[in-house]
């Protein structure tokens, strides 16, 4: 009788010790996934990377700094920086405002959740402090769903052109 106790007790915390294993894997992953987001976010108020945000565009006869772009156009706007060889990959995160995307049919339903929860992910190429046009690419997101998808030249300038008539 002795020996099936402590078999059995033996057998359920082999259970739970495995089970122990699994969380803190899933915690390992977790916390290199937070670090590696953090590096990128400390990337972000470097030296290069205010200079990239501080690059002048000039666009049917209006000056403006990509910053100033990105703040007004989107509401918690977070930067992420990435140095790559010549490229300077700059990553610009934001909740979507009212009026950005009104090309695509977005119902008021829709537009009042996205108003808490539409993610606008831009990612853009520098070399040379120029935007590479043709690099550009801008979704908006929700619940992981990508409503609008855009790239190219035509991306970056309908936010060039939502930006001037705002």
């Known amino acids: 009788m002795r020996k099936i106790k402590i078999a059995s007790i033996t057998i359920l915390f082999t259970f739970l010790l495995t089970g122990c294993a699994e969380k803190i894997n899933e915690i390992t992953e977790a916390i290199s996934g937070i670090n590696a987001a953090a590096e990128r976010a400390a990337n972000a108020i470097t030296l290069d990377a205010q200079t990239v945000r501080n690059i002048e565009i000039e666009y049917k006869n209006k000056s403006f700094t990509v910053n100033e772009l990105f703040t007004t156009i989107l509401r918690d706007v977070q930067w992420e920086y990435e140095q790559k060889e010549e490229k300077q990959l700059l990553t610009i995160k934001g909740i979507w ?70």
Do not use: R
């Open 97 to 166: 405002q009212e009026g950005l995307f009104n090309m695509y049919s977005i119902t008021m339903e829709k537009k009042e959740k996205l108003k808490k929860e539409g993610k606008v992910i831009v990612q853009l190429e520098i070399v040379k402090n120029k935007i590479l046009d043709n690099s550009t690419h801008v979704i908006l997101e929700f619940n992981d769903e990508h409503l609008v998808e855009e790239k190219g030249k035509e991306a970056l300038i309908h936010l060039f052109d939502y930006y001037i008539n705002i």
